[in-house]
């Protein structure tokens, strides 16, 4: 099949969240299953163009852009994913992408992103390539459908093209005063939109994908169900009601090859279901690495690794951590940044138990390797989760996840049963403090039990999320698009 896929992020180009490793993934594994797949996002300016051997692409160079009443000039590179294998392209707009960071909050963000959509048009038609998918994601890229059937539809190499809009994130819908349509080259188009948010003023790139596209998905089957109530739809469940004959969740899988703790080069010993010994030797790189007493080793060591945001439910934390690091001997080791509230409640709780936390303020990606192989619980009590990667790494690194009853967490975590003795990990089901003070104390008086600790570790680490067997199921969408086709 022929697939356009287009995203605001693409690893190892451009990585914020979970979507830049989804984006990738797909680009990956669809090429393996021998489609033509193509992926294109923005020439930021932090994208190392040396580093990955970009070349800019001859035949599609200077292309003027009008988008409302300003011409863009943009220029398009090409490169591989890391697989050197998938074509990844590269739109040059330096007058939207050279602001030293992927998102921003600067006033043309709409534009942004608008652009790229378009852009993925002009590409295919520099390439005279004729995508049956066009599939995008999240709000950056969710014009998309629209602009199929506006400013793209006279093209006849689109003539059968279909979309897929996927959902990673609801939260984020990008929300813009409705003025901005003009801005987008859309407004004589102005009917495709929501005419009761345009009447009051308002735009918003998700809705109005969710409208038009052909199909959504959304990356796990318990949020596609969630999003269609009003306590998760963030005010889009009413059109996700109206359109769920056209909603599917698909479960987002894991690249084995660069999370497997057999073979990982961020972790100094590999380790397996049949040799756990690595395990307790990378605890206790890590412990030394916070500086830690490591002879201890056998205390519970906790582990978090995510951006500090709202959805991710550390105000639970901030209602209970404290309790539990004056009541339990552990180890609490944290990555992440993100809103200034939980970066200062990570802070302060590493100045009042200065050998108990060590917070690591940044991005860092072998660190965060090293936190899912040494740690022994990994604690993910988000509010709500479309899918969640880090809790499904956990799994396979034998780190049992303490974790919500929400979204793909729910998809991917068991709770554990003594008397069966089958689970992987501590599931709480309220939102609540108590909740999650319940989870983790169920953890931590597990853990002494060696015999049911090693059983949580092995159930979890068989467990298999490979993107070999999820992409089967992008594909018999695809098929099925496509099919209407004919
Ligand atoms: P989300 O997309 O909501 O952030 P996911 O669990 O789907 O959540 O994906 C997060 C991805 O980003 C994972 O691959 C995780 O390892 C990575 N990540 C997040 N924060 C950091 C960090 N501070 N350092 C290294 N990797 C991080
Ligand atoms: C989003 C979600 C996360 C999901 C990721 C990739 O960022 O917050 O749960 O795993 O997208 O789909």
């Given at each position: 099949?022929?697939?356009?896929?287009?995203?605001?992020?693409?690893?190892?180009?451009?990585?914020?969240?979970?979507?830049?490793?989804?984006?990738?993934?797909?680009?990956?594994?669809?090429?393996?299953?021998?489609?033509?797949?193509?992926?294109?996002?923005p020439l930021y300016d932090t994208i190392d163009r040396a580093k990955y051997d970009l070349a800019p692409v001859k035949f599609a160079q200077n292309i003027s852009l009008w988008m409302g009443k300003h011409e863009y000039v943009i220029h398009f590179w090409s490169?591989?994913?890391?697989?050197?294998?998938?074509?990844?392209?590269?739109?040059?707009?330096?007058?939207?992408?050279?602001?030293?960071?992927?998102?921003?909050?600067?006033?043309?963000?709409?534009?942004?992103?608008?652009?790229?959509?378009?852009?993925?048009?002009?590409?295919?038609?520099?390439?005279?390539?004729?995508?049956?998918?066009?599939?995008?994601?999240?709000?950056?890229?969710?014009?998309?459908?629209?602009?199929?059937?506006?400013?793209?539809?006279?093209?006849?190499?689109?003539?059968?093209?279909?979309?897929?809009?996927?959902?990673?994130?609801?939260?984020?819908?990008?929300?813009?005063?409705?003025?901005?349509?003009?801005?987008?080259?859309?407004?004589?188009?102005?009917?495709?939109?929501?005419?009761?948010?345009?009447?009051?003023?308002?735009?918003?790139?998700?809705?109005?994908?969710?409208?038009?596209?052909?199909?959504?998905?959304?990356?796990?089957?318990?949020?596609?169900?969630?999003?269609?109530?009003?306590?998760?739809?963030?005010?889009?469940?009413?059109?996700?009601?109206?359109?769920?004959?056209?909603?599917?969740?698909?479960?987002?899988?894991?690249?084995?090859?660069?999370?497997?703790?057999?073979?990982?080069?961020?972790?100094?010993?590999?380790?397996?279901?049949?040799?756990?010994?690595?395990?307790?030797?990378?605890?206790?790189?890590?412990?030394?690495?916070?500086?830690?007493?490591?002879?201890?080793?056998?205390?519970?060591?906790?582990?978090?690794?995510?951006?500090?945001?709202?959805?991710?439910?550390?105000?639970?934390?901030?209602?209970?951590?404290?309790?539990?690091?004056?009541?339990?001997?552990?180890?609490?080791?944290?990555?992440?940044?993100?809103?200034?509230?939980?970066?200062?409640?990570?802070?302060?709780?590493?100045?009042?138990?200065?050998?108990?936390?060590?917070?690591?303020?940044?991005?860092?990606?072998?660190?965060?390797?090293?936190?899912?192989?040494?740690?022994?619980?990994?604690?993910?009590?988000?509010?709500?989760?479309?899918?969640?990667?880090?809790?499904?790494?956990?799994?396979?690194?034998?780190?049992?996840?303490?974790?919500?009853?929400?979204?793909?967490?729910?998809?991917?975590?068991?709770?554990?049963?003594?008397?069966?003795?089958?689970?992987?990990?501590?599931?709480?089901?309220?939102?609540?403090?108590?909740?999650?003070?319940?989870?983790?104390?169920?953890?931590?008086?597990?853990?002494?039990?060696?015999?049911?600790?090693?059983?949580?570790?092995?159930?979890?680490?068989?467990?298999?999320?490979?993107?070999?067997?999820?992409?089967?199921?992008?594909?018999?969408?695809?098929?099925?698009?496509?099919?209407?086709?004919?």
């Open positions: 099949m022929r697939i356009c896929l287009v995203s605001a992020e693409i690893a190892p180009f451009a990585k914020i969240g979970g979507l830049g490793d989804v984006s990738a993934a797909l680009g990956k594994y669809l090429k393996e299953n021998g489609h033509d797949i193509r992926l294109v996002m490169g591989r994913l890391s697989n050197g294998k998938t074509d990844v392209y590269f739109v040059q707009c330096d007058e939207l992408y050279k602001r030293g960071e992927v998102y921003t909050s600067d006033p043309d963000e709409p534009v942004r992103f608008a652009l790229l959509s378009a852009a993925a048009f002009e590409l295919c038609q520099k390439m005279g390539w004729s995508p049956q998918i066009f599939h995008a994601n999240d709000w950056h890229t969710a014009l998309i459908p629209l602009y199929l059937k506006s400013l793209y539809s006279w093209d006849r190499l689109f003539k059968s093209a279909k979309t897929v809009l996927t959902i990673h994130n609801i939260g984020y819908q990008g929300n813009f005063p409705a003025r901005i349509i003009n801005d987008l080259g859309l407004n004589s188009f102005y009917q495709l939109f929501d005419s009761y948010d345009l009447f009051h003023g308002r735009l918003n790139f998700l809705k109005s994908g969710l409208l038009h596209a052909d199909k959504i998905t959304t990356v796990s089957p318990t949020y596609a169900r969630e999003i269609q109530t009003p306590e998760y739809g963030e005010g889009l469940d009413g059109i996700l009601r109206k359109r769920s004959h056209d909603l599917v969740g698909i479960l987002n899988g894991v690249d084995y090859e660069e999370w497997n703790p057999e073979k990982d080069p961020n972790i100094p010993y590999p380790y397996s279901v049949k040799n756990l010994s690595g395990k307790k030797k990378n605890k206790q790189v890590l412990l030394q690495k916070a500086g830690f007493n490591a002879a201890d080793s056998d205390r519970p060591l906790l582990g978090i690794v995510g951006r500090l945001v709202e959805h991710k439910g550390f105000d639970l934390m901030m209602d209970c951590m404290e309790e539990i690091l004056t009541s339990y001997e552990l180890w609490f080791i944290i990555l992440g940044s993100g809103e200034a509230r939980y970066e200062n409640f990570f802070k302060e709780l590493q100045q009042r138990f200065p050998d108990k936390v060590a917070f690591y303020n940044g991005y860092d990606y072998a660190l965060s390797h090293l936190i899912e192989a040494g740690a022994d619980i990994f604690v993910m009590p988000s509010r709500y989760e479309p899918c969640g990667l880090n809790q499904i790494y956990s799994l396979k690194y034998g780190t049992a996840p303490v974790v919500r009853k929400t979204g793909g967490l729910a998809d991917t975590v068991t709770l554990y049963d003594w008397k069966t003795q089958t689970g992987d990990g501590f599931v709480f089901e309220h939102y609540s403090p108590e909740g999650l003070k319940w989870a983790l104390e169920y953890a931590l008086t597990t853990y002494p039990n060696k015999k049911a600790w090693k059983k949580i570790m092995i159930n979890g680490m068989k467990k298999d999320f490979s993107w070999q067997k999820q992409i089967r199921e992008y594909e018999k969408l695809y098929a099925s698009l496509a099919g209407e086709n004919k």
